[in-house]
C-alpha cells in the first residue's frame, strides 16, 4: 500500500513533465499538440542514437537532444502550425495530426518495431531498500527532474520579460502585440520551450520504461490526464495532475490488480471532470 | 489654420478598410499635428474603432497611407509600430487578467529600449494613479471598470509613447471616474503626448479636445477647431442630418 503510494507519487513527477510541454502550448495558443507524445519518443530515439552510435555520454546525448528537439519546434511552429494558426484552432489541430503520424511511421521505418530501452546505471539501483519500502533511482531521478522543470519554468514565467510576453499572449494577443510583442515569434519560443521538456521528458521515459515507435500515443494519452486533471494552462496544476493521475493508476492497480491499472486512472479523471470541469486548478477558463 | 503651424505628427490619406465586402471606411484623411489632443467622434459603427485598429496595425487598409513622423507605418506589424511610438488605449481596457496589476505595467516596458528606464517611468505612471500603486500586487481581474481603464493608460504610458489613441475610455464609468480620468488625459497630454479622442459623447469629447473629427458610415462628415464647432451642428452631423457628408 505504502510502496503503491510512493511509486505513484514519484511516477507523478515523470507524468507532470510530459504534461507540462503540453499544457504550454495549449495555454498560449490554444492549440492541442497531438504530436507531443510522438515528439517525446522522437527526442528518446535521437537520445538512443547518440548515445550508442556518437558519444557513450548520456549527458552530452542529452544536450545534443535538447539541442535538436528546440531546433525542430522551431521549424514546426514557423512553417507548420503559424501559417494555419489565424484560420481557427481545427487546422492547427490537424496538422499536428499529420506531424504526429509522420514521426510514428518515420521511427517505424528507422529503427524498427523492436522495443528498446536507454541503459544507465541508475534504472536497475534502489535508493532505499527495506522489507516493506524500495524506492527504485531512476523513479525519484525522474521525480526531482519534474520538480525542478516546473520550478524553473515557474520562475521564468513569473519574473522575466520572456515569461511575462507568454503569458499576456495567452491571455490577450492584441493586447499583447499593442504592448510590443511579436506574437508569433513567441508562439515560436514557447513551443521550443516546450520542446526542452519533451527532450527531458522523452529522455526520462525511454531510461525507465521500454519504448516502441508507436509509444508517443500512449504518452500522449498521459500528458491529456495530466492537463485535464490539473486545469490546462497551469504549472502547479500539471505536478498536482500527474501527481494524482500516478497514485490512481498505482493505488487502483495494488487494490484491483495491475490489469486494472490504467482502467483506474482514468476513472479518477473522470471524476474529477465531473466535480470540476476545468480541472483541479485551471487559470483560463474563458474560452 | 492649427495644424499648419505645428508640426504634423500623424497623417492619415484617403484611407479606406474592408471587413469583407463591407466598407468599414472610405477615403478618410485627417491630420494629428504635435502636442495635440484631438477627438473622434461619432455614433456606434461609423468606424472609429476600425479607424484605430488601423492606425494600431490591427486591420489592414484597402487603400490609402498611414505616415507616423514621415515614416509610412500602414502595412506595418502592431509590435513595429508600439516601437515606433505609438500606442492605444484599447476599448474594453484588455488588461491582462492572469497578471498582476505590476506584470501588467512591466509589459508595457517589454520592448527591450524601454527596461533599462522601468522604475522612472513606473513612478511616473504611480503619481499619476495612485490607486495603481496600492494594488499593484493584486491580480488585475479583480479591479473595479474604473480602474482597469486607469491600469490599460498606465500601461499604455509605460511603452513611452509620442502619440497615444484612448478607444472609448470612459464606456460604461460612472461621471466622477470619467471626469478623474480626463483631468488625467490633460496631465498626460502636458507630459507632451499627442492624444488622439475617441468617444461618443459629443459634449464631452468638444470640451476635452484641440480639433475635432465627426464620423458617419465610414467618412469624415464634419471637422474644425473644438471650440469653433457648433453643439447642434457636431450633434447634426453625428446623425446623418446635415449636408456635411
Known amino acids: 500500500m505504502l510502496q503503491s503510494l510512493v511509486n505513484g507519487i514519484l511516477l507523478g513527477g515523470l507524468y507532470a513533465i510530459i504534461g507540462i510541454g503540453m499544457s504550454l502550448v ?9 504530436a507531443h507524445g510522438d515528439l517525446m519518443i522522437l527526442a528518446t530515439y535521437t537520445t538512443l542514437t547518440i548515445v550508442t552510435s556518437v558519444t557513450g555520454n548520456l549527458w552530452i546525448a542529452v544536450a545534443a537532444t535538447i539541442l535538436v528537439m528546440v531546433a525542430l519546434g522551431f521549424l514546426i511552429q514557423n512553417f507548420l502550425v503559424n501559417r494555419v494558426l489565424d484560420k481557427g484552432s481545427e487546422p492547427a489541430l490537424l496538422v499536428t495530426f499529420g506531424v504526429s503520424i509522420f514521426i510514428s511511421n518515420f521511427l517505424l521505418k528507422v529503427f524498427g518495431a523492436d522495443n528498446k530501452i536507454i541503459q544507465n546505471s541508475l534504472a536497475s539501483k534502489n535508493v532505499i531498500s527495506t522489507e516493506h519500502l524500495s524506492i527504485s533511482a531512476m523513479y525519484l531521478f525522474s521525480f526531482l527532474v519534474g520538480i525542478a522543470v516546473i520550478l524553473s519554468l515557474h520562475y521564468i ?4 520579460y520572456f515569461g511575462r510576453s507568454i503569458r499576456a499572449t495567452s491571455c490577450d494577443r492584441m493586447a499583447a502585440e499593442l504592448n510590443g510583442v511579436n506574437t508569433k515569434r513567441t508562439f515560436s519560443y514557447a513551443m521550443m520551450v516546450a520542446m526542452v521538456t519533451a527532450a527531458i521528458a522523452g529522455v526520462l521515459v525511454g531510461s525507465t520504461f521500454v519504448f516502441y515507435p508507436s509509444s508517443g500515443t500512449q504518452y500522449l494519452i498521459i500528458a491529456f490526464g495530466v492537463v485535464v486533471i490539473g486545469g490546462m494552462g497551469s504549472l502547479v496544476g500539471t505536478l498536482v495532475g500527474g501527481i494524482v493521475l500516478g497514485v490512481a493508476q498505482l493505488m487502483g492497480g495494488h487494490i484491483f490488480g495491475s490489469a486494472y491499472q490504467m482502467l483506474s486512472g482514468y476513472i479518477v479523471l473522470l471524476l474529477i471532470l465531473a466535480i470540476r470541469p476545468n480541472g ?8 | 489654420m492649427k495644424q499648419n503651424q505645428v508640426k504634423t505628427m500623424l497623417q492619415v490619406e484617403n484611407l479606406s478598410v474592408n471587413y469583407g465586402d463591407f466598407q468599414a471606411i472610405q477615403g478618410v484623411s485627417l491630420v494629428i499635428p504635435e502636442g495635440s489632443i484631438v477627438s473622434i467622434i461619432g455614433s456606434n459603427g461609423a468606424g472609429k474603432s476600425t479607424l484605430l485598429n488601423t492606425i494600431m496595425g490591427i486591420n489592414k487598409p484597402r487603400e490609402g497611407s498611414i505616415t507616423f513622423e514621415n515614416q509610412l507605418i500602414s502595412g506595418m506589424p502592431t509590435n513595429k509600430i508600439v516601437a515606433a511610438g505609438v500606442t492605444m488605449s484599447p476599448e474594453g481596457s484588455h488588461v491582462f487578467e492572469n497578471m498582476t496589476v505590476l506584470d501588467n505595467l512591466l509589459m508595457g516596458s517589454y520592448l527591450p529600449h524601454l527596461r533599462a528606464n522601468k522604475e522612472k517611468q513606473l513612478e511616473k505612471v504611480f503619481s499619476l494613479f495612485p490607486v495603481l500603486k496600492e494594488k499593484s500586487n493584486q491580480l488585475s481581474t479583480f479591479l473595479s471598470g474604473g480602474q482597469r481603464q486607469m491600469l490599460a493608460l498606465g500601461r499604455a504610458i509605460m511603452t513611452g509613447p509620442k502619440l497615444l489613441l484612448c478607444d472609448e475610455i470612459s464606456l460604461g464609468l460612472a461621471p466622477v471616474v470619467i471626469k478623474d480620468i480626463y483631468v488625467k488625459l490633460k496631465e498626460i497630454n502636458q507630459e507632451g503626448i499627442t492624444i488622439v479622442l475617441v468617444e461618443q459623447d459629443v459634449t464631452r469629447s468638444l470640451k476635452n479636445s484641440d480639433y475635432s473629427y465627426v464620423m458617419l458610415k465610414g467618412k469624415i462628415a464634419m471637422q474644425g477647431e473644438s471650440s469653433q464647432l457648433n453643439q447642434e451642428e457636431v450633434t447634426d452631423a453625428y ?6 457628408a
Not at chain 1, 495549449?26 to 497531438?34: A, D, E, H, P
Not at chain 1, 483541479?280 to 474560452?287: C, I, M, Q
Open chain 1, 26 to 34: 495549449f495555454g498560449i495558443m490554444r492549440l492541442t499538440n497531438l
Open chain 1, 157 to 160: 514565467m513569473q519574473k522575466t
Open chain 1, 280 to 287: 483541479l486548478l485551471s487559470v483560463g477558463a474563458r474560452k
Open chain 2, 239 to 244: 446623425f446623418g442630418m446635415n449636408q456635411y
